[in-house]
T-cell receptor, first 113, second 122 residues
């Protein structure tokens, strides 16, 4: 059974700092991994999707990496801003056996002005 | 801008009442997911459909929850009777998935979420 773990659970940083969020998964047979952002009281917005054959994806100040063999992904946020404050979730989709997309519990990020 | 539409956005009801939540997936998406989010459990997968067929509803309490997809533009999640422990935000998400040579595979499309239905059962 796939399990997704995110560390840390919460993070508070001063504005301008670079930071890394971690995601690990127990079953490396994944098809893709997605990083989402969720603002309080809102739905989830997809940030980056990495296919299992890829090592990383970049969008603006965000860079997500994937090491499938070790079951790890990181989300790197450069030059953090107060507007980046949100909960970040990673989710993995299986390679076989169905389409279950399983989520981690998320990392709650607060960027102080 | 294509989006997943969920109704109602908020629902307050009394224990024992029936609750129906609706979802309109993005046109062209063939896979629909229902998730429940609580502070304690995070995002839990309740059920999902592919090409309108239910594939897995093992995450749902079978005695009171039911999920259906009467047509490609509508997915429903029903709770009858509702209980206070059902209070949560229910999210619908849709995406496109394809069959792979080794069986079902997850598709390349990004999963798109609706804004959620916040349910409070008193």
């Amino acid at each position: 059974k796939q399990e997704v773990t995110q560390i840390p659970a919460a993070l508070s940083v001063p504005e301008g700092e670079n930071l890394v969020l971690n995601c690990s998964f127990t079953d490396s047979a994944i098809y893709n991994l997605q990083w989402f952002r969720q603002d309080p009281g809102k739905g989830l917005t997809s940030l980056l999707l990495i296919q299992s054959s890829q090592r990383e994806q970049t969008s603006g100040r965000l860079n997500a990496s994937l090491d499938k063999s070790s079951g790890r992904s990181t989300l790197y946020i450069a030059a953090s801003q107060p507007g980046d404050s949100a909960t970040y979730l990673c989710a993995v989709s299986p390679n076989t056996g169905g389409f279950k997309t399983i989520f981690g519990a998320g990392t709650r990020l607060f960027v102080k002005a | 801008d294509a989006r997943v539409t969920q109704t109602p956005r908020h629902k307050v009801t009394e224990m024992g009442q029936e609750v129906t939540m609706r979802c309109q997936p993005i046109l062209g998406h063939n896979t629909v997911f229902w998730y429940r989010q609580t502070m304690m459990q995070g995002l839990e997968l309740l059920a999902y459909f592919r090409n309108r067929a239910p594939l897995d509803d093992s995450g749902m309490p079978k005695d009171r929850f039911s999920a259906e997809m009467p047509d490609a533009t509508l997915a429903t999640l029903k709770i009858q009777p509702s209980e206070p422990r059902d209070s949560a935000v229910y999210f619908c998400a849709s995406g496109w998935t394809r069959d792979g040579s080794s069986g079902f595979q997850s598709g390349a499309n990004v999963l798109t979420f609706g804004a959620g239905s916040r349910l409070t059962v008193l």
